[in-house]
């Protein structure tokens, strides 16, 4: 079976269903890619991420360059496999910036770097960061 693109209610049903996504980043000729949990808010679309960093973090001088960055989130599901590519700029907010339910949403995360690294979080900074979307597209590749 082709695959077959998805509407914008399909991405935001998926979006809205996952908890964890990875970020790619790019620094003059150097990518990187990193697993995050996210919360997805559809009237941007913004994508929220809690972001750990440790010591000497490659991900905070990816992310200082200020370039643009990809998102991808994906799974298999009944219906085949699926992906959801988002493309856009991501900042970095305080918590007064934000409406408090995005605040709660991205506090209870489950951040995959612990679970990977099994750093003590006394060793890390946090942070909430937005991707503004300027791109979503998504596919649904049958089984």
Request: overall charge negative; charged content about 25%; aromatic content about 10%.
């Amino acid at each position: 079976m082709p695959a077959v693109d998805m509407d914008a209610l399909e991405i935001a049903e998926f979006l809205e269903s996952r908890a964890t996504g990875v970020l790619s980043l790019a620094k003059d000729d150097d990518g990187y890619a990193v697993p995050v949990s996210y919360t997805y808010v559809d009237d941007g679309p913004y994508i929220y991420l809690r972001l750990g960093y440790g010591p000497d973090s490659r991900k905070r001088a990816f992310l200082e360059t200020g370039g643009a960055v990809s998102f991808v989130v994906y799974d298999e599901t009944d219906e085949g496999w699926k992906s959801v590519v988002a493309r856009g700029h991501l900042d970095e907010l305080s918590k007064n910036s934000l409406d408090s339910i995005v605040v709660e949403s991205v506090e209870h995360l489950d951040i995959p770097y612990f679970d990977v690294h099994d750093r003590p979080v006394e060793n890390l900074e946090f942070t909430i960061a937005r991707i503004t979307v300027t791109d979503l597209t998504g596919i649904v590749e049958g089984s």
